[in-house]
């Protein structure tokens, strides 16, 4: 074996397959002297220490605290960043993200960010974030703040209002452009499903008291006694619960509350006296469940009476006047017939207080005005209204007197105000 005589450096040997003067476990064990975080990017002539400063220096900038999908968090004060495993991330205050995009939860997990537009700002408390929720907010341009958000679960509520604010003819299920989302007090399960969701508004659709007549005689009474109040309703379920109220709206008198919407309601009333051409009115009131007010209104009035008719004689008191062969509630004006027969030669028309006779046209005789034929009699006729037994009316009464009755029944058609 030839000896070499320059062994003084292993410089001199060559390196063998086996035998090595630095192994791995050597080269990975070395310290990293010289680390110093560094915020810039890796070159290729950087050295290992180097380049694992620059990388370390970018991951600090990147994600100085972590928010956990479940919303936990080490940092609660100053400015942080968040991120998710390796997703994208946005400056954080607090607990609280402000955003210059808009983020969304795509997938258990994940966050995004949106194309924002310019500028926009949202306020979102992501302590509502779990890995079984998803949640995405819509795509914005503009300045905007979004009401705090917390779980979908329904544990936690809106604490303000939402303004719609959209472009063109854009809306968001039932919510267009200049609306407000009524969400406070709301789960942002209760806002959506709403969104999407059209709200029936209840009404009552009927109102009636059982063998009530709506119009009356003036004079006449609504008789004493228990009244059946019946009414029906549309979109029901939407109807508050016993939030029925029943009410003498003319004497602003509740008759019955706390009832429950079944249709009906036994109610004992008072004698109501309806004295001249007015009316009674009865309400029914419910509550939806928005919280809204909704009601109708059942209406009894009462009017004067007309008579009129052929006779024998001329009426001159209440009980002759009722006794003519026609009569009817005057509820507006208009006009009447007048049958003469073959037998009468008065034909009488009795009007009530303040009421006159402005036409009166012989239908049976080319259509001849025969106005001036009925004439207006001296002074009025005192008629009882209340059918026959209430308050002295003073009313007008007409006459036309024929030599002899007419020789076919004749129709007399009669308009007054």
């Not at 500028?119 to 995405?136: I, M, P, Q």
């Not at 709200?199 to 659709?205: A, D, G, N, Q, Y």
């Not at 001329?314 to 037998?343: C, E, F, V, W």
């Amino acid at each position: 074996m030839k000896i070499l005589s320059n062994l003084n450096s292993s410089d001199n040997v060559i390196e063998g397959t086996l035998n090595k003067y630095f192994t791995e476990s050597k080269v990975l064990a070395v310290p990293l002297v010289g680390f110093s975080s560094v915020n810039s990017a890796v070159t290729t002539s950087d050295s290992i220490v180097l380049g694992i400063s620059k990388l370390q220096g970018q991951i600090s900038n990147v994600i100085v605290n972590f928010i956990n999908i479940d919303g936990s968090s080490n940092q609660t004060t100053g400015n942080i960043k968040i991120g998710v495993g390796f997703g994208l991330y946005e400056s954080v205050n607090g607990s609280s993200l402000l955003l210059n995009a808009i983020v969304s939860v795509e997938t258990t997990n994940q966050f995004k960010l949106l194309n924002h537009g310019t500028a926009g700002v949202a306020l979102l408390d992501l302590s509502f974030l779990t890995n079984t929720n998803t949640y995405k907010l819509p795509q914005k341009t503009g300045a905007q703040t979004f009401a705090m958000l917390s779980d979908l679960s329904g544990t936690n509520v809106f604490s303000a209002d939402i303004p719609v604010v959209l472009s063109g003819s854009k809306t968001w299920g039932r919510w267009s452009n200049g609306q407000t989302i009524p969400a406070i007090g709301k789960t942002p399960n209760q806002v959506i499903i709403e969104a999407v969701t059209e709200f029936l508004i209840p009404t009552f659709t009927s109102l009636n008291i059982t063998g009530q007549p709506l119009q009356i005689e003036s004079g006449s009474s609504i008789a004493a006694g228990d009244k059946a109040f019946t009414w029906s309703t549309n979109n029901s379920s939407n109807i508050t619960t016993n939030s029925i109220v029943i009410k003498n709206q003319t004497t602003n008198t509740t008759l019955v509350s706390g009832s429950a919407n079944d249709g009906s309601e036994s109610i004992s009333i008072l004698s109501i006296v309806l004295n001249g051409e007015t009316s009674q009115v009865f309400r029914i009131i419910g509550t939806d469940t928005q919280n809204v007010i909704f009601q109708r209104d059942l209406i009894v009035s009462s009017y004067f009476m007309i008579f009129w008719g052929p006779s024998s004689t001329i009426p001159n008191n209440s009980s002759s006047a009722r006794l003519l062969s026609l009569n009817k509630l005057r509820i507006s004006g208009g006009n009447d017939i007048l049958y003469t027969g073959t037998t009468q030669v008065n034909f009488i028309i009795i009007l009530p207080p303040g009421k006159t006779i402005s036409n009166v046209t012989d239908l049976d005789n080319v259509n001849a005005n025969i106005t001036a034929d009925y004439v207006l009699q001296a002074g009025t006729i005192v008629v009882q209204d209340g059918g026959g037994t209430g308050t002295n009316r003073s009313c007008n009464i007409y006459v036309k007197t024929t030599t002899v009755p007419y020789p076919i029944n004749t129709r007399h058609q009669f308009t007054y105000n």
